[in-house]
């Protein structure tokens, strides 16, 4: 079982940066062990992939199209958490913002392959 919270989001300008974390409590399974990842959900639209970041003794990290060069995701393991520093935003990426984590050989591009959810935090980018 996997718990996840989410801080971090608010509301910022167009052009500005949030820093969003993931604190996760696992028993069962190390942290390290899990794909994390990022997705979001604006309204009236389905929850899409933002960023994965894997671990087998190095990262991987992946990312949507859309927030390639503005999007970081990074985790610690020490600390058992994943962020998502997110540059140059723009009015387009107003969505709550979910945490997820998987158990699985894959990128973690998609939905269906994550197992436990964060309850989401809000971001709000004005332009």
């Known amino acids: 079982q996997v718990q996840l919270v989410e801080s971090g989001g608010g509301l910022v300008q167009a052009g500005g940066s949030l820093r969003l974390s993931c604190a996760t409590s696992?028993?069962?399974?190390?942290?390290?062990?899990?794909?994390m990842g990022w997705f979001r959900q604006a309204p009236g639209k389905e929850r899409e992939f933002v960023a994965s970041?894997?671990?087998?003794?190095?990262?991987?990290?992946y990312y949507a199209d859309s927030v390639k060069g503005r999007f970081t995701i990074s985790r610690d393991n020490t600390k058992n958490t994943v962020y998502l520093q997110m540059n140059n935003l723009k009015p387009e990426d107003t969505a709550v913002y979910y945490c997820?984590?998987?158990?699985?050989?894959?990128?973690?591009?998609?939905?269906?392959?994550?197992?436990?959810w964060g309850q989401g935090t809000q971001v709000t980018v004005s332009s």
């Open positions: 997820a984590a998987a158990v699985t050989d894959a990128s973690g591009s998609r939905r269906y392959q994550y197992d436990y």
């Open positions: 970041i894997t671990w087998s003794g190095s990262t991987t990290t």
């Open positions: 696992a028993s069962g399974r190390t942290f390290s062990s899990y794909v």
